[in-house]
């Protein structure tokens, strides 16, 4: 059995492959009454579409999205909401090579050995590609956690780390990075350039954090807040980690310098510290919700890598085609959607249970 669903009250099908017809997603569990357009959905696309710098994939996606059903007079109707959006750039021929001969640290063998069949276009479903379906899902999201302002940033390319003195929330839409750190970002257009030139590709970490979310969503113990981002996360493809606040950072604390001290404020706890990312015991604190997803360098490089075919014969495979140098770059509006995915299926499942 595969699993193309997530979440539980507000729930999301993706389906379609890299080069196929057409992907998208289907919603289902919205609330009615909530007012959505396609307008509403393309902003967001438009932040991940590939082809917009030398810094990305130079396949031509206008990533145009069309609302098929569930939503009426430009209000959700409670039905379920069908998004599409057609691929209109495919080069399949690229990938003959795919066909006969695995790509290592792809998907490619995997596949094989599960179904024992797999479209090699692109890698089919384990393609970046898929991401475009959750975005547009994740804008669907947004409307049901209006109150909840959700920001993304490229935190890291190669190892090398922004400045968090340097931080400027006005850098991360001025740049192709998503980068909050001007000096970082002209570092990075260096870095991009030489490894592209190079045929090979990098990895990246990406940071997010959600403002206003309410003390309360979540639940434990198997439907923790912090289990759900995490696996949410997790299933995008090329991502390799996760960290929730602190993450690993804070086995190296003690029980003080771990703590978030509190404090009487005018509405609720003020918090001295957020060490715990803004959840406690699977639980939203009502201070911002943090996160950082490692991303794996792109597997699809020129840089010839040994491997085998599907006969099992040593081979060396050197992917040609049209390929993200850093796949993590474009990785912040799909960390973005999956934050507003799981944060609008909370907000359902704590209303569910509690009321309000």
Not at 79 to 94: A, F, G, H
Not at 327 to 340: D, K, L, N, S, T
Request: include cysteine.
């Amino acid at each position: 059995m595969s699993f193309n669903t997530f979440g539980r009250v507000f729930r999301f099908t993706t389906w379609g492959e890299s080069h196929g017809p057409a992907l998208g997603a289907v919603v289902d569990g919205c609330p009615p009454g909530l007012a959505l357009t396609e307008a509403d959905i393309q902003p967001w696309l438009d932040k991940r579409r590939p082809g917009t710098s030398r810094f990305t994939t130079q396949r031509r996606e206008p990533d145009s999205v069309r609302i098929l059903s569930g939503v009426f007079e430009g209000r959700t109707t409670g039905t379920p909401i069908s998004l599409m959006i057609e691929n209109v750039d495919q080069r399949s021929k690229d990938y003959s090579e795919v066909a006969k001969t695995y790509r290592p640290g792809h998907a490619d063998y995997a596949y094989d050995a599960k179904y024992g069949f797999r479209d090699y276009r692109g890698g089919g479903r384990s393609s970046a590609r898929e991401t475009a379906a959750r975005v547009a899902a994740g804008a669907v999201a947004r409307a049901v956690i209006p109150e909840v302002k959700i920001r993304g940033w490229v935190e890291a390319i190669g190892g090398d780390r922004i400045d968090y003195d340097r931080f400027d929330p006005q850098q991360i839409d001025r740049n192709p990075f998503f980068c909050p750190d001007a000096e970082a970002a002209a570092r990075w257009e260096a870095l991009i350039d030489a490894t592209r030139k190079a045929g090979s590709s990098i990895g990246a970490v990406v940071a997010c954090e959600a403002i206003g979310v309410p003390a309360g969503w979540g639940a434990p113990l198997y439907a923790k807040l912090d289990s759900e981002l995490a696996a949410a996360c997790m299933s995008i493809n090329a991502v390799k980690g996760v960290e929730i606040g602190d993450g690993f950072a804070a086995a190296a604390l003690t029980g003080e310098g771990n703590a978030d001290p509190m404090r009487p404020g005018a509405d609720g706890p003020q918090f001295l510290a957020n060490h715990a990312g803004g959840i406690a015991g699977g639980i939203s604190t009502g201070q911002p919700v943090r996160l950082r997803v490692a991303f794996k360098p792109t597997s699809s490089i020129l840089t010839p890598v040994a491997t085998i075919d599907r006969d099992g014969a040593a081979a060396e495979i050197a992917t040609k085609g049209r390929h993200d140098p850093c796949v993590g770059i474009r990785g912040v509006p799909v960390v973005e959607a999956m934050m507003a995915l799981v944060l609008a299926d909370q907000k359902l499942l704590h209303r569910a249970q509690c009321g309000g």
